[in-house]
C-alpha cells in the first residue's frame, strides 16, 4: 500500500466530504421528495439518513486507500446526478416520474437496460483498464481505479432497481387502466 503523508487523510476527508455534499446537493435540487432517489435505502430512511451519510468524510482516518476509493465514487455520483438536475428542476419531480412512466408504458424492460448496462459497461471498462496500467495494490491509481469500479457497481445496482421498479409501477398502472 502506498505511504501516505499526516496530511493526506485530511485532504482526502474535505474531498470525501465535498463530494457527499454535493450528493446531497445534487439530489436535493433533483428530488427533493426522495421520490426519484434510486438509492432504496436512502428513499426509504430519507433525508436524516442522507445527512448522515457525511461522516464517510471519516474513512481515510481508518484508512487512507479506502479514501481515495471513496473520493472517487463520490465525485463519480456527483457527475451523475449533476448532469440530470437542469432536467428534473425544469420538468418538476412530478413531471418527470409521469415521463418515465409514460416511456415505460410504451417500452420493455430489455430496451431501457441493455443501453443503461452498456453505458456502465464503459464506466467499468475505464476502471479494468486503469486498474491494469496501475502497477498493482502499491499505487494510489490501483485505489482510484477501485473507486471508479465501486462507482460503476453501485451506478448499476441504483439504477437497475430504480428502472425495474419503474417497468413494474407501470405495469401496474396499466392492470389498473384496464380494469
Known sequence: MPSASSSLAHILCVLIFVGRIGDLLSTRLATPTLKLEANPIVRRLGWRFAVLTLLLCLIPYYNTALGVVAVVFNFVFCFSNFGKVWLLRTMGETEYDALLCSLARRSTLSSALIPFFTAQGFLASVGCILLLLSGGEGSWSFWGAIGLLVAA???????????????????MLDRVGAG
Not at 457497481?153 to 428502472?163: K, N, P, S, V, Y
Open 153 to 171: 457497481f453501485g451506478l448499476t445496482l441504483h439504477g437497475t432497481l430504480f428502472i425495474v421498479r419503474l417497468f413494474r409501477r407501470a405495469a
